[in-house]
């Protein structure tokens, strides 16, 4: 059944489905992590029903340019773009149906800041879910970490910036990715809950960028 949840922000609203894939605290704690920098073309990468693109959007909508959604899965690209329109958002926001390894060369270069919440799981470490579409969500069965790195790298303009956030158990893996497109971390924070060891990193990626990376608190959700 599809629902409609506030946003809690300039009266933004989300369509969600319960029976797919409904976004978690994660997409929050990104949009809250990355820096907006005025007229700023930011670009959504497995942007599922458009939770990270809104939500960064309702934090910085004067700072602003336009936001691309770009989303495989055709059901969560669909809760997308009644997202989009029920919020009246239709000049501003721009919904793509696309694998990322297909990403149109029109995209090469154009955004100067790009937000994403990938699939965290290895193919190899067995993950199952109960149906495919939650399956894609979660594991890398249809895009690898190191195909995802390659399409923010052919997405920024040159200065422009990646947010990711990610299983903190990949940390070095993700690193290193980064570093092979030409994308330089330059922030880092790790989420726990509670007092258990983090399980997630927030991490931040220049193209071309100097080396030095500030690494901010750990923080607890």
């Known amino acids: 059944m599809q629902t409609v949840e506030d946003l809690n922000l300039l009266g933004l609203k989300i369509v969600q489905d319960d029976k797919l894939y409904k976004f978690t605290s994660d997409a929050i704690l990104l949009s809250r992590f990355a820096k907006v920098k005025k007229n700023d073309l930011v670009a959504d990468y497995c942007s599922g029903s458009g939770i990270v693109g809104l939500h960064l959007y309702g934090l910085n909508a004067n700072l602003i340019k336009s936001v691309d959604l770009f989303e495989l899965q055709k059901p969560m690209y669909d809760l997308s773009v009644k997202s989009v329109e ?58 690898s970490l190191r195909e995802l790195v390659k399409a923010f790298a052919l997405g920024l303009k040159y200065g422009g910036r990646v947010c990711m956030c990610h299983r903190a158990d990949r940390l070095a893996e993700i690193i290193c990715e980064f570093k092979s497109q030409g994308l330089e971390p330059k922030r880092m924070q790790l989420v726990s809950a509670g007092k258990k060891e983090p399980y997630l990193v927030l991490i931040e990626g220049v193209k071309g960028g100097k080396s030095g990376i500030k690494i901010l608190s750990t923080l607890t959700n």
């Open 86 to 143: 029920l919020n009246g958002l239709k000049d501003k926001f721009f919904c793509h149906n696309i694998a990322l390894q297909d990403l149109p060369q029109q995209y090469y270069g154009k955004f100067s800041l790009i937000v994403c919440n990938p699939p965290y799981t290895a193919i190899e470490n067995g993950f199952s879910a109960p149906n495919e579409t939650l399956a894609v969500c979660r594991s890398e069965v249809k895009l």
